[in-house]
């Protein structure tokens, strides 16, 4: 059974959305990372598919540099969200306004 492109586009475009959407109105930096990480992967569903279609592996190859990407902005972001919560004791992003301790 072979899935149609047009499927995995819209699957990647409310991917997409739902990350917009939780990065937009959410307070929370882990909701933030992890809808940062939803686009990221909606980006990946449409690089993959579409190398799929064209029968080449550069789609695939992107996206696993994306998902590199990925892994190292998880382990900064959980750097800043762990300085957060220490200095604040929460991790709404809008408490702070400065960085300084």
């Not at 959410?26 to 909606?42: G, P, Y």
């Amino acid at each position: 059974m072979v899935v149609e492109t047009q499927y995995y586009v819209l699957l990647s475009a409310a991917m997409f959305s739902i990350g917009v959407f939780g990065l937009l109105t959410r307070r929370n930096a882990l909701r933030f990372l992890m809808s940062v990480e939803l686009m990221l992967n909606a980006a990946n569903v449409n690089l993959v598919a579409f190398s799929a279609q064209w029968g080449n592996v550069t789609g695939q190859t992107f996206s696993l540099f994306v998902l590199a990407l990925a892994a190292a902005e998880v382990a900064v972001g959980i750097g800043i969200i762990l300085v957060l919560f220490r200095n604040f004791r929460d991790v709404d992003v809008t408490e702070p306004t400065t960085m300084r301790w």
